[in-house]
């Protein structure tokens, strides 16, 4: 259809002043919006920044609650019941298990002898402020742990063992590639545990980095406390040390396991069953095991 210009230009020139009218109030309403998103969206980054020290002040007072119930607890070797081993001030895991049913707060604490780690203990709060704790060896040595000077735990020397490695390799020459040989070592390890509803069996997944690294007897001998963990909680640690296993000897790499649950349970090493427990609870127990769990009061 053919349209005479005089007919046009009047009709594009109104359509124009309409569409600018309407792009500045429509520039001025989306303006305004987005200020006002930016300002709520501002207020609430606020907000969560206010809240965060609200949200981690119970998780500190339940931690040190943890501390402070540790405490009570005094580990010595046999040998040397005068001399108190020391705990470290930090734990190396605070974990909360979020894949079980129920609202856990844990934390584990080593204990040294100079600087090797030869026990650790672990407490936990669950639901309705249940608490327990746990112990577990990691010496070949026989140690006493005393509450109000009561004997209360007392596993002996046969409880943990270093064995020899296989298949190891040569160790790197720098702290920094030993630790990477320690976490492929640690790869080869395996474990699961018995699920307590009794439906078979679960599997653990390796913490790639490990919980605790320690050098002792003036370098020489290394170590690290990787753990197998159902989330973020650890079911087993495996302790890689690297030593000579006696004067004048090349160093060797060598390892150790140590429960830090109660389900029965069984690790691998290259897909072979070199450990295994049978659930704590439904089995004799005595102080002189290298592991104990115990309900230990409530939290306040």
């Not at 298990?97 to 609202?103: G, I, Q």
């Not at 672990?122 to 742990?145: H, K, M, N, P, Y």
């Not at 040989?181 to 390890?189: C, D, G, I, N, W």
Request: hydrophobic share 40%; glycine share 6%; charged share 25%.
């Amino acid at each position: 259809m053919a349209r005479s210009g005089s007919i046009l230009r009047p009709v594009t020139r109104n359509s124009a002043v309409g569409e600018s009218c309407f792009g500045r109030a429509f520039r001025k309403s989306v303006l305004r919006l987005l200020t006002s998103t930016a300002c709520v969206l501002l207020g609430c980054s606020e907000l969560r920044a206010a809240d965060e020290p609200k949200n981690e002040e119970p998780q500190q007072k339940r931690l040190e609650f943890m501390a402070r119930k540790l405490d009570e607890f005094v580990i010595a070797t046999e040998k040397a019941p005068k001399q108190p081993l020391v705990r470290e001030k930090t734990p190396v895991s605070r974990f909360s298990n979020p894949t079980r049913n129920v609202s856990t707060d844990g934390a584990i604490f080593v204990w040294l002898s100079g600087e090797r780690p030869v026990a650790v203990g672990s407490l936990w709060i669950g639901d309705e402020g249940t608490v327990r704790r746990e112990f577990a060896s990691l010496s070949d040595q026989a140690l006493q742990c005393r509450r109000n000077e009561k004997v209360v735990w007392a596993p002996k020397s046969d409880g943990f063992a270093m064995k020899p490695l296989p298949d190891a390799p040569k160790p790197a020459t720098t702290p920094a590639l030993r630790l990477a040989q320690m976490r492929k070592l640690a790869a080869r390890y395996s474990g699961e545990f018995a699920v307590p509803t009794g439906k078979g069996w679960e599997d653990l997944r390796l913490m790639p980095q490990p919980l605790y690294r320690y050098t002792t007897d003036k370098g020489a001998a290394e170590g690290a406390i990787f753990a197998l963990a159902q989330a973020n909680d650890p079911e087993m640690l495996v302790v890689l040390e690297l030593a000579s296993p006696k004067p004048g000897a090349p160093q060797t790499w060598s390892y150790g396991i140590a429960r830090m649950s109660s389900a029965q349970m069984r690790v691998r090493l290259d897909d072979k069953e070199i450990w295994s427990v049978k659930a704590y609870w439904s089995n004799p127990r005595a102080t002189e095991d290298p592991y104990q769990e115990a309900e230990d009061g409530k939290f306040p």
